[in-house]
Every structure is written in structure tokens, then in C-alpha cells.
């Protein structure tokens, strides 16, 4: 008979209900266990917010199409328009920009005769 799994966990339950520094030392190891896996996801959960709220304070937004980019650029990736630099004058910020619809090409397909 195969009874040596029966009375290992009978002696751990005992270990565990026992006041013994072997039963105190597991249920703290468990409970410790158990808080890391119940805080972790908390944790990493505040680490993602901050570090979203840290790259959103990086970022700044095109006057001209909306698109986003990083506060070191120059220039609109996606337009090319020069961003507003702080220490611009208020009359240059002032200035409107043209639309970026108005700075597009426009290509028009034409047909074109292979008989000449």
C-alpha cells in the first residue's frame, strides 16, 4: 500500500495547526506568497499608469492635422508643420496656419492614347 502521500499531508496539516515555530514559519511563508501574487498585479498595474501619465506629459499635439509627436521635435511628422517652441514670440503664435488640405497635391488620373 502506498500510504506515504496520506501522512506526509496529515503531518503538514499538522505543522500548520500546531502553535510549533515549523507551523508558524509555513503559514508565514504562505501568507507571504500569497500577498506577493494578490500585490503584483496591483503594482504593476500603478508602474503602467505612471509611466502612461509620463509619456503623455512628453507628448505635444499639431495645430494643423492633430497628430501627436514628442516635445523635442521640430516639425509635424506627419504634416511637416513647425511646432509652437516656447519661447516663441506671441505674434508668430498668433499667426494662423494654412489647413493642411491646402498644402496637399492633388493628382488627377488622366487617359492617355497608345495610338500616337
Partial sequence: MNRSPAV??????LL???PTAAGRLLLDLAGGVLLALLALPLILSGLG???WKLLQ???ISCTACGATGL???AVCAVCGTPYAS???SPAS????????SDLTIDVVAQDV????
Fill in 8 to 13: 506526509l499531508w496529515i503531518g503538514v496539516v
Fill in 16 to 18: 500548520l495547526l500546531l
Fill in 49 to 51: 499608469w505612471i509611466g
Fill in 57 to 59: 506629459s512628453r507628448m
Fill in 71 to 73: 516635445k523635442g521635435a
Fill in 86 to 88: 516656447a519661447g516663441a
Fill in 93 to 100: 503664435a498668433a499667426a494662423p496656419s494654412p489647413p493642411a
Fill in 113 to 116: 492614347d497608345s495610338d500616337s
